[in-house]
């Protein structure tokens, strides 16, 4: 099976833009998991969805949002971009729960400037 | 906040060596699991323990797992060029999300 993927791998925007990436889960997983990673902050959850719900939300501001479809494929979107955006942000599937093995895709580099 | 903290923060050994890195967590789990990240890319999954198990093996790979220390370990065996990467471990609990340590960056010397 292929692997997660993600699009674009790399970008740059200004402050105050806003950003959209996708997420292509492996065949057959439903649960699509989105990760921030910066220097300072680590990981961290940023939420889950599954079968088109969002089922859970980590500790971030209004101006983070997700969706998903109902091929799985999901997409995450940044609104009023800010300086500390820059990070990789990492999507990750599995089958049925976002508790178990996660499956990465190689990340999106996004660079706010 | 991270749930999981590793220890060391950074581990510089020479190829051939024994590599351990430990991990300790604040509440209690489901499972704990292992992942390693190569610079910049996304993250692999290396090995999933249990609450009701005490140590896992898989390869040169030994996880051990003491829920009343609330802590584990990750032992690699016989160090390769190839293990240079950075290893995050995750817990699961009660929480609906899995929390990710600061990880411990591994280097090996030729």
């Known amino acids: 099976k292929a692997g997660v993927t993600q699009t674009p791998r790399y970008l740059i925007k200004t402050r105050g833009q806003q950003v959209t990436l996708s997420c292509s889960p492996i065949s057959g997983h439903r649960s699509v998991s989105w990760y921030q990673q910066t220097p300072g902050q680590g990981l961290q959850f940023l939420f889950e969805y599954f079968s088109e719900t969002q089922r859970n939300k980590g500790n971030f501001p209004g101006r983070f949002s997700g969706r998903q479809f109902s091929n799985s494929r999901s997409e995450m979107n940044v609104s009023t971009l800010e300086l500390g955006d820059s990070a990789l942000y990492l999507c990750?599937?599995?089958?049925?729960?976002?508790?178990?093995?996660?499956?990465f895709g190689p990340g999106t580099r996004l660079l706010v400037l | 906040s991270q749930q999981g903290e590793e220890d060391p923060q950074a581990l510089s050994i020479q190829e051939g060596e024994n590599a351990t890195m430990n991990c300790s967590y604040k509440?209690?789990?489901?499972?704990l699991q292992w992942y390693r990240q190569n610079s910049g890319r996304g993250l692999v999954h290396l090995i999933l323990?249990?609450?009701?198990?005490r140590e896992k093996h898989s390869g040169r790979l030994r996880v051990t797992l003491d829920t009343s220390k609330k802590s584990s370990s990750l032992l690699i065996t016989a160090s390769r060029a190839a293990d240079t990467a950075s290893y995050f471990c995750a817990t699961a609990g009660g929480a609906q999300k899995l929390v990710f340590g600061q990880g411990t960056r591994l280097t090996i010397n030729p």
């Open positions: 990750a599937s599995n089958p049925r729960s976002e508790k178990e093995t996660q499956y």
């Open positions: 323990i249990r609450s009701n198990e």
């Open positions: 509440t209690s789990i489901n499972n």
